[in-house]
């Protein structure tokens, strides 16, 4: 008996791994220039979409296209926001009437109207492994 019991748990521990890590992989198309960072924040919920990020996070731009996997994300709803920083000052440099001259991007490649598109564009349901591409624009 004490051997089964070893045995199961070994077996539980080695199927643990699997069925509680998800892993979200962001897959970052259009960038023009490569140079810089880009600047990415998770948003969990409308009410903190675009002001306080759930999680945020940096990576050095080193291709045209940025493969970035993001591990320890809970399950749940989110939306996402970056940007790419190509000229090193850490934010997103806006011309006439807020107008971005930085790449950008959200989640589902949704697109805002004068601003920023909303929370329901952008949203997204992380169950499992998933791989989100985002376009910048």
Known sequence: MRIVSIV??????????GLSAQN?????????????HLYVAIYSSEE????????AFRVEVKNKVL??????????????SMFQ????????????????MEKFGFSNDAEGVM????YDKCRFDFA??????????
């Open 128 to 137: 499992a492994d998933t791989t989100l591409v985002v376009h910048l624009k």
């Open 24 to 36: 979200l992989t962001l897959e970052v198309r259009g960038v023009e220039k490569v140079e810089g």
């Open 85 to 100: 920083d190509e000229n090193g000052n850490g934010k997103l440099d806006t011309g006439t009437f807020g107008i971005p």
């Open 8 to 17: 199961l748990v070994c077996v539980l521990q080695s199927l643990l791994p």
């Open 48 to 55: 903190s979409f675009m002001k306080q990020p759930f999680a």
């Open 115 to 118: 601003g920023p598109p909303a």
């Open 67 to 80: 493969v970035i996997p993001c591990e320890g994300l809970p399950v749940g709803t989110y939306a996402l």
